[in-house]
C-alpha cells in the first residue's frame, strides 16, 4: 500500500483510508469488524469516523454508534496504536446532534471526551470540522450557496477561540492535530493564518468531497493544499456509488445507498448517469474496473493525502481493496480529463 504523508504532520497514512459511516446501520457490528481487519491486513492504517455516523438515515438513537463499534474493535483487538484515527465535531444546524449547536470553544472539549469514550482510546490523531459554522459550498450548494452576508470580524474571532480550545487538547493530550472538512480556499487560508498568529494548531487536512464527479477542488483550494502542506483527503470518490455503474438504466439495487437515499443527497441527475456511461467507457476500453479506475484516481492526485472509501458488505471492501495495486497511464488519465470537460460538475 502505498504511503503518503499527512500534511506537515509527521504522520505517513495509506492511499486509501477505510471509510465507517455505515458502521452501526447497513453495516452491522461483526461484518465492520471484519473489515476493519481486512483494511488492516491489506496495508490500511488510517480510518474515519463522526460523531454522527452512521448516516442514511442520521437517527438519534444512532448518533456515534459507528465510534462505538471502532472502539470495540480496538478494545478486543488490542491494536489501536496500529492506526491513525480521524473523527470529526458536527457543525451548525444538525439537530441530532447537541441540538444544532454550532462548533465553538464551549462544545469542542466535551465533544471530544465523548468521542474518546466512544473509541475506547485516549487520543484522536486526526480532530475535524465537520463543516464550518458560516455554511460551505460542499453537498451541492455549490449552485447557490451566497457568501455575501458573511461577517469576517465574528468569522475569524471563532477560529481563535476554537484553535485556543483544540491548543488546550493538544496539551493535554486527547487530540493530536487538526483538520477541516467541507472547507473553502478562502476558510482554509484564514484557518491557517489565525493558527501562525496564535500559535495554535495548524490545519493538516481538507475533506472535501472529490471524485471524477466532482472536482471542485481542483482549481484555487488545489493551489493553496500544494503551497501550504495541506493535504485532501477526499471523500465520495465513487461518487456515492453512481461510478460503480450499479445505478445505471434505472437499477436501484437492494440495501444500496440510493434505496435508502433517493437521489444521492442530490446526486442523482439525467446529466450524472449521462457522465457515468462515459467513464465507464474509459474502464472498459482500459480493460479496468471502474471502481478501482475511479478510486485510484482520487487517491493520486497531487494533493492528497488519503482517499476515503466505504463498503457496506466484505464482498465490497475486497473489490475496493483492489485499486490498491492498479496503474493509471497517461493515455487513460487524459481520456478522464476528456469526459471531465464534456461533463463538468454533472450534480
Known sequence: MKMNPLGRTGLMVSE??????TYGNQTNETVAHRQIAMAQDAGINFMDTAEMYPVNPILEKTIGLSEEIIGNWFAASGRRNDWIVATKHSGEGQMMVRNGAPIS??????CIEASLKRLKTDVIDLYQFHWPNRGSYMFRKNWTFDPS??????????MQDALGALKDQVTRGTIRNFGLSNESAWGTAMWLKVAEDTATPRVASIQNEYSLMCRLADTDLAELMVNEDVSLLPFSPLAAGLLTGKYQNGAVPAG?????????GGRRTERAFAAVDAYLAVAADFGMDPVHMALAWSARRPFV?????GATTLEQLERLLGARDVTLPPELLARLDEVHKAHPMPY
Open 16 to 21: 486509501l483510508c477505510l471509510g465507517t459511516m
Open 105 to 110: 470553544s464551549e462544545t469542542i472539549p466535551g
Open 149 to 158: 452576508g458573511q461577517d469576517k470580524a465574528t468569522t475569524l474571532q471563532h
Open 256 to 264: 444500496s445507498r440510493m434505496s435508502l437515499n433517493k437521489d444521492l
Open 305 to 309: 493525502a488519503a482517499s476515503i472509501f
